[in-house]
């Protein structure tokens, strides 16, 4: 029984009269100190029916509570407080975890329905940028709780590969780029060439005319045109999944926007026909006063479409294809107008189903003060950035543990999973920058202290060398073992929350908690001690380290058993 149903079911049969079960759980309280309790009941509601100061009535409950389940129940002040049975509690939630390894903390709120997640999301020819990193590790994220959630999910990789741009980019590179330059450095010199256009547009006027014919042709599927696009986009995606790969993130699509160029047609005539879109001066806007956001473009006087046009598309195809329940989109905050905007044409489509897409937003963030930004070539890869992660962490295992086998793979596992770990960590609207030497850091709160708790209660585990099966007794009644077993109870709560409030730092927050509790346990008392409390300690050792794991895993953090 879930501990606040303890307490329900003991104060039901002397209250209820006054107040069903629902509003007893509540009013329960978790008391964060722990002298109080573990949970906690304010009698002030129950003063009238009793006609009693509270002080009196929590004394006269006291006396009448059964106390089956509990180690003792205590009214202080107007407050009942009740301590667990701590020899019952640890063996219930010890063996339970065993047993379900790394199921534990399942809950069933998806029924396995679908979840779309629209993520990373980054547009060729451009190097990633840290909103799209953080779009990445948010949305793995969230993919990964929905699953332990039973979400079926779908994840896509919706590129920005499409648009008049990528006629100016052709244009740029038959003008004066050269393959072989490009081919070296993709990238950087698709940036470089893109930059120059706009420099040479400001002359040449011409120019820009000279893109929208070349994207023109490019919709039009002009072979010349397609075959440098499909280039350009294949060495983007190489470059692109370089950074994939050390996250050890994949997608199951990369249907980006250049997939919906025949699906837009039949969605603007629906526009048309049910006079939701206006003609003006040659373009084909949507008006959206009513739910009070600017007008909405979607197509050209030259008849081009555009972003938005593409989405209300997409979101037809999610639909369509997956049958979603959910259709998630990652995306930062400055396009909250934008999926406001989509949502609400959508609606007026005829598409109840626009309710059941959510705009995840998230605030920036930057690395030492400075954007990663593409204006003017000065860029700072993702890519470098992981790597010089790597690299700290490499030099923090050099000093700790220079025999440690695998130190790259370690290296990586630990570096990439600090700058995951950081980005993941505070809310996700919070904006905030950050230095990598204190994100990389064994001690604090950060990703490699959880890791290294892990690997720690592995070695423990190691020393011990005996198994622990999940149908013997554990209980341990001490303060620092029920700190751990406490939190350990908390689990699947906090993924319930987490996944509903879509929010990944609950969990990455709970495995810091968690880390520390353990380690607070491990700084105080002697765990591989030989006595009879040696298996009872253990298994709550592997406890731990089963959820710390689980924890890390569902944030896409590894968790090496050596470091
Ligand atoms: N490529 C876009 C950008 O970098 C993000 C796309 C997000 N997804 C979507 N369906 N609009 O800003």
Redesign the pocket.
């Known amino acids: 029984m879930e501990d606040k149903q303890i307490v329900v079911a003991a104060l039901s049969p002397l209250v209820g009269e006054h107040l069903d079960e629902e509003k007893i759980a509540q009013l329960i309280e978790k008391p964060s100190n722990a002298e109080h309790g573990d949970l906690a009941f304010p009698v002030f509601q129950l003063a009238k029916a009793f006609r009693k100061a509270p002080n009196l009535i929590a004394q006269e409950l006291v006396e009448k509570i059964d106390g089956a389940h509990f180690d003792k129940v205590e009214a202080v002040g107007p407050y009942i407080n009740f301590f667990l049975n701590r020899k019952e509690k640890s063996n219930e939630i010890i063996s339970q975890v065993i047993k379900e390894d790394s199921h534990y903390g399942e809950v069933d709120l998806g029924h396995g329905g679908t979840v779309v997640l629209?993520y990373s999301?980054?547009?060729i020819a451009k190097p990633m940028?840290m909103?799209?990193l953080r779009?990445t590790v948010i949305g793995n994220s969230l993919d990964l709780m929905h699953q332990k959630m039973n979400y079926k999910t779908v994840s896509v990789n919706?590129?920005?590969d499409w648009g008049t741009q990528f006629g100016k980019l052709i244009v740029a590179y038959k003008g004066w780029g050269d393959e072989a330059t490009v081919r070296k450095d993709p990238v950087n010199e698709l940036v470089k060439l893109y930059v120059e256009f706009h420099e040479k547009s400001e002359e040449d006027p011409s120019l820009e005319d000279q893109g929208r014919a070349a994207f023109k042709k490019l919709e039009d599927g002009d072979p010349e045109m397609t075959e440098l696009w499909t280039w350009f986009k294949d060495e983007s995606i190489k470059e692109f999944e370089k950074v994939y790969d050390l996250m050890g993130i994949s997608f199951d699509h990369y249907t980006g926007?250049s997939f919906y160029n025949d699906k837009m047609e039949d969605k603007l005539q629906i526009l048309a026909d049910k006079g939701i879109s206006t003609v003006e001066n040659g373009a084909t806007l949507v008006y959206l006063d009513d739910e009070e956001l600017p007008p909405a473009l979607v197509k050209r006087s030259d008849g081009a479409t555009l972003?938005i046009t593409r989405?209300i598309a997409?979101a037809y195809y999610r639909k369509e294809t997956y049958n979603f329940v959910k259709s998630l989109?990652i995306?930062?905050n400055e396009?909250a107008n934008?999926f406001r905007q989509l949502k609400a044409i959508l609606k007026r489509m005829g598409n109840d189903w626009s309710d059941d897409m959510v705009h995840i937003a998230f605030g920036l963030i930057t690395l030492e003060g400075k954007k990663l930004s593409t204006r003017k070539g000065k860029i700072v890869l993702l890519e470098a950035v992981m790597n010089e992660a790597m690299e700290l962490a490499l030099e923090q295992i050099e000093a700790k543990n220079p025999d440690l086998e695998n130190k790259e793979e370690v290296a990586r596992q630990v570096g990439v999973g600090a700058v995951i770990f950081h980005d993941l960590k505070s809310d996700r609207m919070n904006s905030f920058d950050f230095k990598l030497s204190e994100v990389v850091q064994f001690e604090g709160e950060t990703g490699p202290y959880v890791q290294y708790t892990y690997a720690r209660a592995k070695s423990l585990l190691e020393k011990y060398g005996k198994e622990l099966k999940a149908d013997e007794i554990y209980e341990l009644t001490d303060e620092y073992a029920w700190a751990v077993i406490k939190k350990l109870a908390e689990y699947s709560d906090t993924l319930v929350a987490a996944t509903e409030k879509y929010e990944p730092s609950m969990i990455a927050r709970y495995v810091i908690q968690l880390a520390q509790a353990f380690n607070k346990y491990y700084g105080n008392v002697r765990l591989l001690n030989d006595d009879d409390q040696l298996a009872a300690r253990m298994a709550l050792v592997k406890a731990t380290s089963i959820v710390l794991k689980d924890g890390l895993s569902l944030l896409g953090v590894e968790a090496p058993e050596n470091m």
């Open positions: 629209d999301s980054p547009n940028s909103g799209h779009s919706h590129l920005g926007e972003y989405d997409t989109y995306v930062g396009q934008h």
